[in-house]
Each structure stands twice: as C-alpha cells, then as structure tokens.
C-alpha cells in the first residue's frame, strides 16, 4: 500500500445505504485497491438533523459485509468544527467573506436562475451592505456566510477540471452558482467548505462519487485554490435509477441494503449486479469486491456510463 492514491468514503448517515450509494462507494474503493493506494472513511454527520448514530452504525456494518474496508478512520465531521473555523478564518481574512440575511423564499424567488444542481445562483443582494446595515439585520436575526467568487470576466472564476468519467468540465463561479455558503444561518458549517478541508487534511487524492456532485466540484476547487490546496482528481459514476426510471433514493426501502441483507445470499451478487452496470461482471454473475480490483478500469467504467443504470428491486432478480 502506498499513499499514492488515497480514496474516501464520504457516506452522509441520513438512512441505509441504497445500491446507488454501494455503487459509488464500489467504484471508489475500487480505485483505490486498484492503484494499490489507501482508503479513508468520513462520517459526513455535520447536520444534526440529518444524521443519526445508529446509521452510522449500520453504515459500517454494511461496508464490511460488502468487503469494502478503510485504512482509516471513521472521522467524524461533527467533531471537526475546529479545523473549519480556521478555514473560515483563513478566507475572512482575504476579506472573501460575508454574511448573509437573505430567507429561503428570497433566494428561492421564482425569477432567479437556477445552478444544474438546482440551488438558485445567488444574485448578491447582501454582497456590499454597510457595516451599519449588517449591524441592524444581525439584530434580527442571524446571518449566514457567504464566499465571494471573482466577477465572471476574471478567468481565476473560471474553473476547468477533466472527470475521469465525465470528461471536460467547465464553471463560470459568477454565472452559474454566484457566491455559495460555508457557513448556514444556524450555525452548521456548509458541506462544499467541509468537504474541501477534510479531503485536504486527510491527504485524498482521488475523489470518487455519485454524479449528483459534479456540479459542486467547479465550488470545491475554488476553494482549494483559495485555501492553497492541491486539486484532487475527480471522477463521478453514473446515478442508478429504479426500473420505473425514479432516482434510487434512501426512502426506497426496498432498493436498500437492509433489504438485500434479509432478502438475498450474501453480498457478491449485489456486487454483481452493480459491476455489471458498468461492464466489469457478466449479468447475473456473482463477485466479490476483492475479485474486482484487477478487472477495474476507468475505460470500461466510462464505456458504460452513457446509458442508463437501471437497478432492479431484489423482488425481480429471480
Ligand atoms: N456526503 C455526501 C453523500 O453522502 C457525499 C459527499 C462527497 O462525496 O463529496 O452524498
């Protein structure tokens, strides 16, 4: 093993996995092993709504039944408030920062664009309040803190970065997603500046995950410039969908592991059934997660990622 490559497992413990967050946790751990590199596990548990321990729990045991284990870790990002203050500090200081009074339904305005991720591109309303406004509205009511992205004609607010699956990429910061949070109103550090400080702290080097965030990954990497940090690679897989053509999401929970768990063998043909979407195991075939690794490969992956991944319910394998 060597620290190379260092991938992660990034899970949020807001339910049981589904085959779709397997999936990318698969393609992650496998472009790792494959590269004979390290894998790190993080807890994503800043949300104390959104979280629970018992899914954590869970979380874990389910990775180890599939065979997909970590080098380090579990960090848990609830613990990590430290590090992110001082991130948050770092960019205060380059005067990049600034709080934010607008409510929900002001950002959610019905004129104003949206970014591909559906988050409405801020149109900077309190991007230049006077000290002595900011002093009324925090009386109020608390702000949240937005980063300023460079106007969209300075090209250092143009971010371009090659997905290993995806390809090319390219985000104008202004145009497409404006100035983002690190921080929300009620105090919850905002997921784009903990993950870029976690994935740097913890030395990853490949990030690998569900193509639901290629569209934040443009924000990251402003932020690892910014904060002076290396860019890691990116590479994002393909989202499965239920036969009925819905997103896989933690709701379903016949589409989740728990379900799999009680209802099938073992874990290799889950595996199977996920490495087959992407032309890395026969259909129907059954496959352990070690088994994988030296079939792994970023071309074939690719290959197969145009069409659509359907992930059947464990009631119809037959
Ligand atoms: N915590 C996120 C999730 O569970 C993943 C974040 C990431 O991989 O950057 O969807």
């Known amino acids: 093993m060597d620290d190379t490559v260092v991938g992660r497992f990034a899970p949020t413990p807001s339910g049981r996995m589904h085959a779709g967050n397997v999936f990318s946790a698969l393609m992650a751990w496998l472009d790792a092993r494959s590269a004979n590199g390290r894998m790190v596990l993080r807890i994503e ?36 408030q430290e590090v992110y203050r001082e991130a948050i500090h770092a960019l205060d200081e380059q005067g990049l920062l600034y709080p934010c009074f607008c409510t929900r339904a002001e950002l959610h305005a019905a004129s104003a664009p949206h970014a591909s991720d559906g988050t409405p591109v801020y ?68 997921y784009q500046l903990a ?64 379900y799999v768990r009680a209802h099938d063998n073992g874990p290799q043909r889950l595996l199977g059934r996920l490495a087959a979407l992407v032309g890395l195991a026969q259909v129907g075939e059954s496959v352990s997660a070690d088994a994988l690794v030296e079939r792994f490969s970023w071309d074939v992956v690719r290959a197969h990622a145009a069409k659509t991944c359907i992930f059947t319910k464990v009631a119809d394998w037959g």
Request: proline letters at 5%.
């Open 45 to 80: 548990d800043l949300d104390p709504r959104a979280s629970n321990p018992r899914n954590t729990e869970l979380l874990m045991d389910d990775l180890r039944w599939l065979g997909l284990d970590w080098d380090e870790g579990p960090y848990f990002q609830s613990r990590r």
């Open 123 to 190: 149109a900077g309303t309190c991007r230049d309040l006077s000290a002595d406004e900011v002093a009324r509205r925090a009386a109020l009511r608390a702000p949240a803190t937005r980063v300023r992205v460079p106007p969209a004609d300075d090209p250092a607010g143009t971010i371009e970065f090659c997905d290993l699956v995806y390809g090319d990429q390219r985000e104008v910061l202004a145009r497409d997603c404006g100035d983002f949070l690190v921080q929300r109103s009620d105090a919850v550090i905002a």
């Open 195 to 258: 993950v870029v400080v976690d994935d740097a702290l913890m030395g990853v080097t490949h990030v690998v995950r569900g193509q639901d965030l290629l569209s934040s990954s443009a924000r990251q990497i402003y932020l690892q410039h910014v904060l002076g940090y290396e860019n890691p690679t990116y590479a994002h897989v393909p989202l499965l969908v239920a036969s009925d053509g819905r997103r896989l999401s933690k709701r379903d929970r016949d589409l989740d592991v728990g």
